[in-house]
């Protein structure tokens, strides 16, 4: 079951160009910075209450943050939604009919699971599924 908004996720060209406006003109604090080797991105993360802003930023022209941005410029890329179990949230939006781009969950920031539906299916918001690791 959803639970809340995980993050927002933000394209952008330079996180080191990006983060002083963050901090200077709206007085947030960058929580770390994380390279998502998987999807081709180096993030950083900003809380906002029990949420967070996610700065992505392309580690090479064929990562899909890249393409993104050459094709719409930088701004919101998608929205992130927490759930308690990922693989099922995949399975109620397929039987709904949406296109899946995961078909399962794959390792995500902050080793968390994560999966994303097809914009195309979900009237254009790239859809993120996050689930926090589970600790045995």
């Given at each position: 079951?959803?639970?809340?908004?995980?993050?927002?996720?933000?394209?952008?060209?330079?996180?080191?160009?990006?983060?002083?406006?963050?901090?200077?003109?709206?007085?947030?604090?960058?929580?770390?910075?994380?390279?998502?080797?998987?999807?081709?991105?180096?993030?950083a993360f900003f809380p906002v209450g029990?949420?967070?802003?996610?700065?992505?930023?392309?580690?090479?022209?064929?990562?899909?943050?890249?393409?993104?941005?050459?094709?719409?410029?930088?701004?919101?890329?998608?929205?992130?939604?927490?759930?308690?179990?990922?693989?099922?949230?995949?399975?109620?939006?397929?039987?709904?009919?949406?296109?899946?781009?995961?078909?399962?969950?794959?390792?995500?920031?902050?080793?968390?699971?994560?999966?994303?539906?097809?914009?195309?299916?979900?009237?254009?918001?790239?859809?993120?599924?996050?689930?926090?690791?589970?600790?045995?």
């Open positions: 079951m959803i639970q809340k908004i995980s993050h927002i996720g933000i394209a952008v060209k330079s996180l080191d160009e990006v983060i002083p406006f963050y901090e200077k003109a709206l007085g947030m604090k960058c929580e770390g910075r994380e390279e998502v080797a998987s999807q081709k991105v180096k993030v029990d949420t967070r802003i996610e700065l992505l930023e392309p580690t090479s022209p064929d990562s899909p943050i890249a393409k993104f941005i050459e094709q719409k410029g930088e701004g919101i890329h998608h929205v992130a939604f927490n759930t308690d179990d990922v693989a099922a949230q995949l399975e109620q939006a397929k039987s709904a009919g949406v296109r899946l781009i995961n078909e399962t969950p794959v390792p995500g920031a902050h080793g968390m699971q994560v999966a994303f539906l097809h914009p195309k299916s979900t009237f254009g918001v790239l859809t993120e599924f996050c689930a926090e690791p589970k600790h045995h």
